[in-house]
């Protein structure tokens, strides 16, 4: 089981925490829990919220020495962060453990140092003053995360739930982690790299949303999914599909069939003893080739390396 504690710094918003802990108590391995959850703090007692009551911590910062992941979430971008919390946090990091920042816990990261050289990211409206006060930051101002080796930070509110689901994604696999993420009623992960903010987050109509046609690609992922027969299902044009999916996703409909694919794929490597073949088949990245060059792309990792990199976490 994985060990994660959460370090909680003045102010926090309450909501941070909240999703966290609801994504990660939804990952399951075989019928047990996939984490061991811990909430600490400078001084264990009341912490201070944001337009909430003060969230009760039973722990100190020792807790987060037996740790995998530290996860810092609050602070709110303020300047005088406990020393202890600092100390904790470039401990942590010594130490080869893994260490996120969800919103403007990325301020903590940074103040600790363990960002220096390193991309990061934080609510959108902050990542300016992100930028301006820690010049040896490489600032990414319209990602929902940024995972840079061990170190990874989010955007702020439901940004939490990709980080969250990525740290599950990459302990447990892609399959527990879209459990996970249907088990919390969330959107399948979606890509780093997807900007924060879209244009129409909210269609103005039932109707006008392209939810049944990303739907119904899902169910074909296999099939020849063209710009064209995804225009004629959605029965609109190429250009106004393309558009709209934009303005609903924040991607093409090509690169989200990518990622859908991808996502695929990855399952398939982790539950199924299929050869290559067939599970670039299945996936729709055509064949062996196809699939191991797009998951070296977008990965780092080979499909047989990533299989043996899963049966052997499947086996501690």
Do not use: K
């Not at 959460?6 to 075989?30: E, K, S, Y």
């Not at 088990?183 to 790299?193: K, Y």
């Not at 067939?278 to 990792?301: E, N, P, T, W």
């Amino acid at each position: 089981m994985h060990r994660i504690v959460f370090v909680a710094v003045p102010p926090v918003m309450a909501f941070d925490l909240a999703i966290a802990q609801m994504v990660l108590g939804a990952a399951a391995v075989d019928g047990r829990p996939g984490y061991a959850v811990r909430v600490c703090s400078a001084e264990p007692g009341p912490v201070e919220t944001v337009g909430g009551p003060p969230l009760l911590t039973e722990l100190g910062l020792d807790a987060a020495a037996g740790a995998d992941t530290v996860v810092v979430i609050g602070g709110g971008g303020r300047e005088d962060v406990d020393p202890r919390v600092l100390r904790t946090v470039r401990d942590a990091h010594a130490a080869g453990r893994r260490v996120a920042g969800i919103c403007t816990g990325t301020f903590v990261l940074a103040r600790a140092g363990v960002l220096d050289g390193r991309r990061a990211t934080t609510h959108w409206g902050l990542t300016g003053d992100l930028a301006r006060r820690f010049p040896a930051v490489r600032v990414e101002p319209d990602v929902l995360y940024v995972a840079d080796g061990p170190v990874v930070t989010s955007a702020g509110a439901a940004a939490g739930v990709e980080l969250c689901l990525h740290l599950v994604r990459e302990d447990h696999g892609a399959a527990v982690a879209a459990e996970a993420a249907r088990g919390t009623v969330a959107a399948p992960p979606r890509p780093a790299d997807q900007p924060q903010t879209v244009r129409t987050p909210f269609p103005p109509d039932r109707d006008a949303s392209l939810a049944a046609t990303r739907a119904w690609a899902l169910e074909r992922l296999d099939e020849p999914l063209t710009l064209a027969v995804l225009a004629a299902h959605a029965n609109m044009s190429t250009r106004t599909l393309t558009r709209r999916f934009h303005d609903e996703t924040g991607q093409s409909p090509l690169q989200w069939l990518l990622h859908q694919r991808l996502a695929r794929a990855r399952e398939l490597l982790e539950r199924t003893d299929l050869p290559m073949d067939q599970v670039a088949r299945r996936s729709g990245l055509g064949g062996a080739d196809s699939l191991r060059a797009h998951m070296v792309r977008r990965l780092g990792v080979t499909p047989s390396a990533y299989r043996a990199g899963r049966a052997v976490a499947g086996s501690v």
